[in-house]
């Protein structure tokens, strides 16, 4: 008999009192934005990045507030949580509940980008290259933290490295092992995705490569995870295979091609697209 690792893991960090405490969840996302702030420094010291520090520090808190924590939950209940979102609309500040969307923070985080280029006259493809080159490193962390909070569970599986979550679906009435899918997307769209980015970062070549490149990647990487993860129940499988992931990874997808449309037609000012690209 194999001895699968049963998930009993606690949410906090540390807990001060029931339900009170500080999550891994949350520690996440301080750990996310706080790499972004320290690698945009670095890339600005590098010469990569033409704004001051007082713009880098604004583009950094737009990009957590109104790029990941607004977009992430607005698209969460928006895409992932409609009619009930529609039935009560206050529900959408109820952010203690959980819910967060990625796809939702990419959208998100791409107005801000758009919006910072517009207002600082910088090259769009400068600012974006920058920002979202640290993106997986939040990225992982947030994986993990779903790991631990035994949420976002994978499909079932006979795997040794299986993991028996409390929480999940019974299968024809028994608690099963399933597939650790936050920690395959961890891997996926954390280390693997990181790896690619800092490849086209520090190659030479045209501006728009990470973050076209990012966009790519991650909708190709997201769809391989989502087939290990177990859809929400609420919402199951489209045409009984896909799941609303993959989906939304197709047009994420979509906004790739979009992005690298609009950089060869010139829509997109590129005219200092030599920095951070040819050093």
């Known amino acids: 008999m194999i001895a699968y690792f049963v998930h009993h893991l606690s949410p906090f960090l540390i807990q001060f009192s029931a339900g009170f405490g500080i999550r891994y969840y949350g520690l996440a996302y301080v750990l996310g934005f706080v790499f972004l702030w320290l690698g945009m420094r670095w890339q600005r010291k590098?010469?990569?990045?033409?704004?001051?520090?007082?713009?880098?520090?604004?583009?950094?808190?737009?990009?957590?507030?109104?790029g990941v924590m607004i977009?992430?939950?607005?698209?969460?209940?928006?895409?992932?949580?409609?009619?009930?979102?529609?039935?009560?609309?206050?529900?959408?500040f109820e952010i203690w509940r959980g819910g967060m969307s990625s796809h939702g923070g990419i959208l998100g985080v791409l107005i801000v980008l758009f919006w910072a280029s517009w207002k600082w006259k910088k090259p769009f493809f400068q600012i974006a290259d920058a920002a979202v080159w640290c993106a997986p490193i939040g990225i992982f962390f947030g994986r993990v933290a779903n790991f631990i909070n035994g949420e976002l569970?994978?499909?079932?599986?006979?795997?040794?490295?299986?993991?028996?979550?409390?929480?999940?679906?019974?299968?024809?009435?028994?608690?099963?092992?399933?597939?650790?899918?936050?920690?395959?997307?961890?891997?996926?769209?954390?280390?693997?995705?990181?790896?690619?980015?800092?490849?086209?970062?520090?190659?030479?070549?045209?501006?728009?490569?990470?973050?076209?490149?990012?966009?790519?990647?991650?909708?190709?990487?997201?769809?391989?995870g989502e087939c290990f993860r177990e859809p929400d129940l609420h919402i199951g499988y489209y045409f009984g295979f896909a799941t609303q992931g993959q989906l939304l990874?197709?047009?994420?997808?979509?906004?790739?091609?979009?992005?690298?449309?609009?950089?060869?037609?010139?829509?997109?000012?590129?005219?200092?697209?030599s920095i951070a690209a040819n050093r």
Do not use: N
């Open 46 to 66: 590098r010469g990569w990045l033409e704004l001051s520090v007082r713009q880098l520090d604004d583009l950094v808190f737009w990009i957590a507030l109104g």
């Open 249 to 273: 990874s197709l047009f994420t997808l979509l906004l790739a091609f979009v992005l690298l449309y609009m950089k060869k037609r010139g829509i997109l000012k590129t005219s200092k697209e």
């Open 153 to 224: 569970w994978g499909r079932p599986t006979t795997l040794p490295w299986g993991v028996v979550f409390p929480d999940a679906p019974l299968v024809d009435g028994q608690v099963v092992p399933r597939h650790p899918s936050q920690l395959y997307e961890a891997l996926l769209e954390g280390v693997v995705l990181f790896g690619i980015l800092t490849y086209l970062r520090f190659r030479k070549g045209t501006a728009g490569a990470v973050s076209i490149g990012f966009l790519f990647s991650y909708s190709l990487l997201r769809i391989i």
């Open 71 to 92: 977009g992430g939950r607005l698209g969460y209940c928006l895409l992932y949580d409609f009619f009930h979102t529609l039935k009560e609309p206050w529900s959408v």
